[in-house]
């Protein structure tokens, strides 16, 4: 089979690849206001999760059509995160008992890990705050490993930085092209295991 066919494996590695590229700039360009990144956030969980499900059909107009629906509750719920990490973060600075610092911490990593989980809700239900609260700390319980496993994932980049940024540098380019889609590619996988009770009850 020629290499150069639309049906050869060649030509369907670089159709992915491609389409890869596209939504990471998409996520880029929807993020930049940093007010929305709660909306591109759940954009991307919505176009990787009808990939991961055989339902794709496109990728920047699907992309931006998620943004779009999301960009109220996404704005909101990421406006409450960084609102809620940046005040218990802000305790770690402050002159206050040691106790209290580390249930900041503790507070902060649970604040995160429900977090990470409202964002694949938003992409894949429509309901009402209460009840994405409400079954993100339910699939928080039920989940917490694969939970842990998505929150370390994702927090690669920020990790990367912390620790070693002279070769965080040096992979700029590579977040810049694919890095950031590839990420959530694996994290929605992550999370369709996470959210396979709520799909359960969806189906009853």
């Known amino acids: 089979m020629n290499f150069l066919s639309p049906d050869s494996k060649f030509a ?5 690849v491609g389409e890869i590229m596209l939504l990471n700039f998409c996520w880029i360009i929807g993020s930049l206001p940093l007010i929305t990144l709660g909306a591109s956030n759940a954009a991307m969980y919505t176009v990787m999760g009808r990939r991961l499900r055989g339902e794709s059909s496109g990728t920047v107009v699907p992309f931006f059509k998620a943004w779009w ?10 406006l409450a995160q960084a609102l809620i990490s940046f005040s218990l973060g802000m305790i770690l600075f402050l002159p206050l008992p040691g106790f209290l610092k580390v249930l900041a911490v503790v507070l902060l990593l649970l604040v995160t890990l429900v977090f990470s989980i409202l964002y694949p809700q938003l992409a894949r239900f429509r309901n009402r705050w209460f009840a994405y609260l409400r079954n993100a700390v339910i699939l928080l319980v039920l989940r ?3 939970v842990a496993l998505n929150l370390v994932l994702m927090l690669t980049p920020l990790l990367l930085f ?5 070769e965080a540098l040096r992979l700029g380019l590579v977040w810049l092209l694919f890095g950031f889609a590839v990420l959530f590619h694996l994290s929605a996988r992550i999370m ?4 396979q009770p709520l799909e359960d009850l969806s189906t009853i």
């Open 69 to 78: 629906s999301n960009l109220k509750q996404g704005s909101l719920l990421w």
């Open 12 to 16: 369907q590695v670089m159709t992915t």
């Open 162 to 166: 912390l620790l070693a940024p002279a």
């Open 144 to 146: 917490l490993g694969w």
């Open 192 to 195: 369709q295991k996470v959210l």
